[in-house]
Protein backbone atom coordinates (compact mmCIF):
# COMPACT_ATOMS: atom_id res chain seq x y z
CA UNK A 1 0.00 0.00 0.00
CA UNK A 2 1.60 2.59 -1.20
CA UNK A 3 1.09 6.23 0.21
CA UNK A 4 1.64 9.11 -2.85
CA UNK A 5 2.16 12.17 -0.47
CA UNK A 6 5.36 10.60 0.88
CA UNK A 7 8.08 13.04 0.72
CA UNK A 8 11.43 11.49 -0.72
CA UNK A 9 13.35 13.16 1.89
CA UNK A 10 14.09 10.90 4.79
CA UNK A 11 12.43 11.80 7.99
CA UNK A 12 14.71 9.55 9.87
CA UNK A 13 18.10 8.19 9.28
CA UNK A 14 19.08 5.13 11.04
CA UNK A 15 23.21 4.74 10.08
CA UNK A 16 25.39 2.38 11.30
CA UNK A 17 23.87 1.51 14.35
CA UNK A 18 24.80 -1.18 17.10
CA UNK A 19 23.53 -2.18 20.05
CA UNK A 20 25.28 -4.18 22.65
CA UNK A 21 23.89 -6.35 26.04
CA UNK A 22 25.72 -6.58 29.17
CA UNK A 23 24.93 -9.45 31.41
CA UNK A 24 27.10 -11.20 34.30
CA UNK A 25 30.15 -9.13 32.87
CA UNK A 26 29.78 -10.79 29.04
CA UNK A 27 29.28 -8.15 26.17
CA UNK A 28 26.82 -9.70 23.59
CA UNK A 29 25.88 -7.58 20.09
CA UNK A 30 22.33 -7.18 20.16
CA UNK A 31 22.01 -5.67 16.48
CA UNK A 32 24.89 -4.82 14.30
CA UNK A 33 25.27 -2.16 11.00
CA UNK A 34 21.74 -1.39 11.20
CA UNK A 35 20.93 1.32 8.58
CA UNK A 36 17.54 2.69 6.81
CA UNK A 37 15.73 5.80 5.77
CA UNK A 38 12.01 6.23 6.42
CA UNK A 39 10.31 8.92 4.85
CA UNK A 40 7.11 11.25 6.27
CA UNK A 41 3.74 8.66 5.25
CA UNK A 42 6.24 5.83 5.16
CA UNK A 43 5.02 2.53 6.42
CA UNK A 44 8.42 0.06 7.17
CA UNK A 45 7.58 -3.51 8.78
CA UNK A 46 10.85 -5.05 10.81
CA UNK A 47 10.36 -8.81 10.57
CA UNK A 48 11.92 -11.89 11.80
CA UNK A 49 12.44 -14.24 14.52
CA UNK A 50 12.69 -13.85 18.24
CA UNK A 51 15.98 -12.64 19.05
CA UNK A 52 16.48 -10.91 15.70
CA UNK A 53 16.67 -7.47 16.84
CA UNK A 54 13.21 -6.25 16.13
CA UNK A 55 12.77 -4.56 18.91
CA UNK A 56 16.22 -3.46 20.00
CA UNK A 57 16.18 -1.94 17.32
CA UNK A 58 13.49 -0.05 17.75
CA UNK A 59 14.15 0.68 21.47
CA UNK A 60 17.49 2.16 20.78
CA UNK A 61 15.98 4.76 18.11
CA UNK A 62 12.96 5.74 20.49
CA UNK A 63 15.70 6.08 23.57
CA UNK A 64 14.43 3.71 25.21
CA UNK A 65 16.63 0.76 25.84
CA UNK A 66 17.42 -1.28 29.12
CA UNK A 67 20.09 -0.50 31.79
CA UNK A 68 22.45 -3.21 30.59
CA UNK A 69 22.43 -2.01 27.01
CA UNK A 70 24.36 0.40 25.30
CA UNK A 71 24.72 2.10 22.02
CA UNK A 72 28.16 1.33 20.54
CA UNK A 73 28.30 2.79 17.55
CA UNK A 74 25.94 4.87 14.64
CA UNK A 75 23.31 7.10 14.90
CA UNK A 76 20.01 7.97 14.60
CA UNK A 77 18.93 11.54 12.76
CA UNK A 78 15.74 13.12 12.38
CA UNK A 79 15.31 15.55 10.24
CA UNK A 80 19.22 15.82 9.44
CA UNK A 81 19.49 16.17 13.65
CA UNK A 82 21.58 13.60 15.42
CA UNK A 83 18.99 12.62 18.03
CA UNK A 84 21.38 11.89 21.84
CA UNK A 85 19.54 8.60 21.93
CA UNK A 86 22.03 7.33 24.32
CA UNK A 87 21.34 10.33 26.89
CA UNK A 88 17.77 9.59 28.36
CA UNK A 89 17.74 13.14 30.08
CA UNK A 90 18.70 14.81 26.35
CA UNK A 91 16.29 12.24 24.85
CA UNK A 92 13.06 12.94 26.69
CA UNK A 93 11.77 16.45 24.77
CA UNK A 94 11.97 14.07 21.80
CA UNK A 95 9.84 11.64 22.73
CA UNK A 96 6.54 11.63 22.13
CA UNK A 97 6.62 14.74 20.46
CA UNK A 98 8.88 13.24 17.47
CA UNK A 99 8.87 9.70 18.15
CA UNK A 100 6.09 7.38 20.32
CA UNK A 101 5.90 4.07 20.95
CA UNK A 102 2.81 1.53 20.72
CA UNK A 103 3.81 -1.31 23.26
CA UNK A 104 2.76 -4.83 23.36
CA UNK A 105 1.07 -5.41 26.34
CA UNK A 106 -1.46 -2.77 26.68
CA UNK A 107 -2.96 -4.20 30.18
CA UNK A 108 1.51 -3.99 31.57
CA UNK A 109 1.90 -0.45 29.72
CA UNK A 110 -1.59 1.02 31.26
CA UNK A 111 -1.80 2.19 34.92
CA UNK A 112 -4.11 -0.08 36.58
CA UNK A 113 -5.20 2.80 38.97
CA UNK A 114 -6.04 5.56 37.06
CA UNK A 115 -8.36 6.28 34.28
CA UNK A 116 -7.63 6.15 30.72
CA UNK A 117 -8.55 9.94 30.11
CA UNK A 118 -5.96 11.16 32.68
CA UNK A 119 -3.36 8.89 31.10
CA UNK A 120 -4.12 10.34 27.72
CA UNK A 121 -4.04 13.78 29.08
CA UNK A 122 -0.72 13.59 30.96
CA UNK A 123 1.45 13.81 28.24
CA UNK A 124 -0.28 16.48 26.74
CA UNK A 125 0.35 18.46 30.13
CA UNK A 126 3.65 17.59 30.48
CA UNK A 127 5.08 17.83 26.68
CA UNK A 128 2.52 20.59 25.41
CA UNK A 129 2.21 23.00 28.25
CA UNK A 130 -1.44 22.41 28.50
CA UNK A 131 -3.82 23.32 30.74
CA UNK A 132 -5.34 20.43 32.46
CA UNK A 133 -9.08 21.03 30.61
CA UNK A 134 -7.02 22.21 27.68
CA UNK A 135 -5.49 18.12 27.79
CA UNK A 136 -8.57 16.60 28.80
CA UNK A 137 -10.35 17.75 25.79
CA UNK A 138 -7.37 16.77 23.76
CA UNK A 139 -8.00 13.22 25.30
CA UNK A 140 -11.37 13.28 24.46
CA UNK A 141 -10.75 14.12 21.31
CA UNK A 142 -8.28 11.21 21.04
CA UNK A 143 -10.42 8.28 21.95
CA UNK A 144 -13.07 9.52 19.67
CA UNK A 145 -10.15 9.76 16.80
CA UNK A 146 -9.22 5.93 17.78
CA UNK A 147 -12.94 5.11 17.56
CA UNK A 148 -13.62 4.93 21.44
CA UNK A 149 -16.39 7.09 22.81
CA UNK A 150 -15.26 9.66 24.88
CA UNK A 151 -17.79 8.64 28.15
CA UNK A 152 -15.34 5.76 27.84
CA UNK A 153 -12.43 7.94 29.28
CA UNK A 154 -14.18 7.49 32.66
CA UNK A 155 -13.36 3.81 32.72
CA UNK A 156 -10.01 2.27 34.26
CA UNK A 157 -7.91 -0.26 31.85
CA UNK A 158 -9.11 -3.32 33.03
CA UNK A 159 -12.88 -2.31 32.34
CA UNK A 160 -11.99 -2.55 28.50
CA UNK A 161 -11.31 -5.21 26.55
CA UNK A 162 -7.95 -5.91 25.02
CA UNK A 163 -8.57 -4.23 21.40
CA UNK A 164 -9.58 -0.68 23.35
CA UNK A 165 -6.88 -0.92 25.32
CA UNK A 166 -4.80 -1.06 22.46
CA UNK A 167 -6.67 1.51 20.98
CA UNK A 168 -5.88 3.51 23.93
CA UNK A 169 -2.71 2.83 23.53
CA UNK A 170 -2.42 4.02 20.11
CA UNK A 171 -3.95 7.53 21.09
CA UNK A 172 -1.50 8.19 23.78
CA UNK A 173 1.17 7.24 20.99
CA UNK A 174 -0.82 10.37 19.03
CA UNK A 175 -1.15 13.00 22.04
CA UNK A 176 1.74 15.30 21.41
CA UNK A 177 1.38 14.70 17.48
CA UNK A 178 4.36 12.85 16.61
CA UNK A 179 5.55 12.21 13.09
CA UNK A 180 6.76 8.52 13.78
CA UNK A 181 4.84 5.80 15.83
CA UNK A 182 6.19 2.83 16.37
CA UNK A 183 4.22 -0.26 16.65
CA UNK A 184 5.76 -3.55 18.74
CA UNK A 185 3.84 -5.91 18.11
CA UNK A 186 0.90 -4.06 18.80
CA UNK A 187 -1.86 -6.78 17.51
CA UNK A 188 0.03 -9.60 18.94
CA UNK A 189 -2.19 -10.91 22.32
CA UNK A 190 -5.49 -9.90 19.94
CA UNK A 191 -7.83 -12.09 18.26
CA UNK A 192 -7.64 -12.18 14.46
CA UNK A 193 -11.15 -9.59 14.52
CA UNK A 194 -9.88 -7.26 16.86
CA UNK A 195 -6.10 -7.66 14.90
CA UNK A 196 -7.81 -6.44 11.86
CA UNK A 197 -9.84 -3.77 13.05
CA UNK A 198 -6.05 -2.35 14.93
CA UNK A 199 -4.19 -2.60 11.48
CA UNK A 200 -7.35 -0.55 9.87
CA UNK A 201 -7.37 2.04 12.31
CA UNK A 202 -3.29 2.27 12.04
CA UNK A 203 -3.72 2.55 7.99
CA UNK A 204 -6.47 5.44 8.72
CA UNK A 205 -4.50 7.07 11.27
CA UNK A 206 -1.46 7.22 9.05
CA UNK A 207 -3.11 8.71 5.80
CA UNK A 208 -4.72 11.35 8.22
CA UNK A 209 -1.81 12.32 10.07
CA UNK A 210 0.45 11.61 7.55
CA UNK A 211 2.16 9.10 9.72
CA UNK A 212 5.26 7.33 9.29
CA UNK A 213 5.31 4.02 10.69
CA UNK A 214 8.10 1.20 12.10
CA UNK A 215 5.78 -2.15 12.77
CA UNK A 216 7.66 -4.64 14.33
CA UNK A 217 6.17 -8.36 14.13
CA UNK A 218 6.90 -12.06 13.39
CA UNK A 219 3.97 -11.84 11.18
CA UNK A 220 4.71 -11.28 7.29
CA UNK A 221 0.91 -11.59 7.16
CA UNK A 222 0.89 -8.12 9.25
CA UNK A 223 3.21 -6.80 7.08
CA UNK A 224 1.05 -7.93 3.81
CA UNK A 225 -1.63 -5.75 5.03
CA UNK A 226 -0.22 -2.76 6.96
CA UNK A 227 2.97 -1.47 5.25
CA UNK A 228 4.78 -0.33 1.91
CA UNK A 229 8.21 -2.02 2.81
CA UNK A 230 9.34 -4.57 4.75
CA UNK A 231 13.05 -5.21 6.17
CA UNK A 232 13.76 -8.66 7.18
CA UNK A 233 15.98 -9.04 10.17
CA UNK A 234 18.21 -12.30 11.39
CA UNK A 235 20.72 -11.81 14.31
CA UNK A 236 21.21 -8.30 14.29
CA UNK A 237 21.24 -7.44 10.83
CA UNK A 238 18.98 -6.22 8.00
CA UNK A 239 19.47 -9.47 5.76
CA UNK A 240 16.75 -8.15 2.96
CA UNK A 241 14.76 -5.09 2.09
CA UNK A 242 12.56 -4.26 -0.26
CA UNK A 243 8.54 -3.18 -0.67
CA UNK A 244 6.33 -5.90 0.14
CA UNK A 245 5.00 -6.82 -3.37
CA UNK A 246 9.29 -7.49 -4.16
CA UNK A 247 9.43 -9.66 -0.94
CA UNK A 248 6.34 -11.56 -1.87
CA UNK A 249 6.81 -11.67 -4.74
CA UNK A 250 10.82 -12.85 -5.44
CA UNK A 251 12.24 -13.05 -1.84
CA UNK A 252 15.67 -12.96 -2.53
CA UNK A 253 17.44 -14.21 0.43
CA UNK A 254 16.67 -17.89 1.95
CA UNK A 255 15.62 -17.22 5.35
CA UNK A 256 12.98 -14.31 3.54
CA UNK A 257 12.28 -17.33 1.48
CA UNK A 258 11.68 -19.79 4.22
CA UNK A 259 9.67 -17.26 6.29
CA UNK A 260 7.29 -17.06 3.77
CA UNK A 261 6.62 -20.47 3.06
CA UNK A 262 5.81 -21.30 6.91
CA UNK A 263 2.66 -18.89 6.35
CA UNK A 264 0.21 -21.19 5.95
CA UNK A 265 -2.07 -20.45 2.54
CA UNK A 266 -5.43 -22.21 2.64
CA UNK A 267 -6.80 -21.01 -0.53
CA UNK A 268 -3.77 -22.47 -1.96
CA UNK A 269 -4.65 -25.94 -0.55
CA UNK A 270 -1.46 -25.33 1.90
CA UNK A 271 -2.52 -25.94 5.22
CA UNK A 272 0.33 -27.34 7.04
CA UNK A 273 3.17 -24.86 8.42
CA UNK A 274 6.94 -25.77 7.25
CA UNK A 275 8.41 -25.20 10.10
CA UNK A 276 12.34 -23.54 9.93
CA UNK A 277 15.02 -25.93 10.17
CA UNK A 278 17.14 -25.45 13.51
CA UNK A 279 17.29 -22.58 16.04
CA UNK A 280 18.09 -18.90 15.97
CA UNK A 281 21.63 -18.26 16.93
CA UNK A 282 22.98 -17.67 20.50
CA UNK A 283 24.52 -14.19 20.67
CA UNK A 284 26.91 -14.71 22.84
CA UNK A 285 28.41 -17.48 20.45
CA UNK A 286 27.05 -16.12 17.31
CA UNK A 287 28.03 -18.53 14.26
CA UNK A 288 31.38 -16.80 11.91
CA UNK A 289 30.68 -15.83 8.63
CA UNK A 290 26.56 -15.74 7.65
CA UNK A 291 24.26 -15.90 10.99
CA UNK A 292 22.05 -18.19 9.06
CA UNK A 293 24.51 -20.77 7.42
CA UNK A 294 24.17 -23.35 9.76
CA UNK A 295 19.77 -23.07 8.55
CA UNK A 296 20.12 -22.17 5.27
CA UNK A 297 19.71 -24.86 2.51
CA UNK A 298 21.81 -23.19 0.12
CA UNK A 299 25.24 -22.60 2.19
CA UNK A 300 28.26 -22.48 0.25
CA UNK A 301 31.43 -22.95 2.03
CA UNK A 302 32.26 -18.56 1.78
CA UNK A 303 29.24 -18.47 4.17
CA UNK A 304 30.72 -19.96 6.80
CA UNK A 305 33.75 -17.20 7.28
CA UNK A 306 32.83 -14.16 5.45
CA UNK A 307 29.91 -11.93 6.29
CA UNK A 308 27.46 -10.55 3.89
CA UNK A 309 27.16 -7.05 3.25
CA UNK A 310 23.90 -6.05 2.15
CA UNK A 311 24.14 -4.92 -1.15
CA UNK A 312 21.24 -3.03 -3.59
CA UNK A 313 19.93 -6.09 -6.24
CA UNK A 314 17.08 -5.09 -7.93
CA UNK A 315 14.68 -2.32 -6.31
CA UNK A 316 15.80 -3.62 -2.74
CA UNK A 317 19.13 -4.80 -0.88
CA UNK A 318 20.19 -8.27 0.12
CA UNK A 319 22.89 -9.58 2.09
CA UNK A 320 23.71 -12.70 0.84
CA UNK A 321 26.61 -14.28 -1.29
CA UNK A 322 24.17 -16.09 -3.14
CA UNK A 323 24.04 -12.73 -5.01
CA UNK A 324 27.42 -12.02 -5.31
CA UNK A 325 28.28 -15.07 -7.65
CA UNK A 326 27.60 -16.19 -11.20
CA UNK A 327 26.42 -19.88 -12.06
CA UNK A 328 29.23 -20.87 -13.13
CA UNK A 329 31.30 -19.22 -9.51
CA UNK A 330 28.25 -20.64 -7.17
CA UNK A 331 29.60 -24.22 -8.59
CA UNK A 332 32.93 -23.30 -7.40
CA UNK A 333 32.06 -22.06 -4.64
CA UNK A 334 29.92 -25.16 -3.55
CA UNK A 335 32.98 -27.29 -4.13
Request: charged share 20%.
Amino acid sequence: MTNPSQDKTPLLEVDELAVDYGLKGVSSRAIDCVSFALRAGEAVGLVGESGSGKTTTAMAIAGLLSPNARVSSGEVRYRGNRLPIDDDAAMRPHRWSETSVVFQGAMNALNPVHRILKQIAEPCMLKLRMSRSEATARARELLELVGIPADRGAAYPHELSGGMRQRVMIAMALACRPSIVIGDEPTTALDVITQAQILKLLGELRSQLNLALILITHDLSVVAEACDRVMIMYSGRIVEDGTVAEIFAQPKHPYTRLLIESIPNPASGKKMIRPIPGDPPNLVNRPSGCAFHPRCPSAMAVCATEVPSLDKFGQGHVACHLHRFSQKDRVAAHA
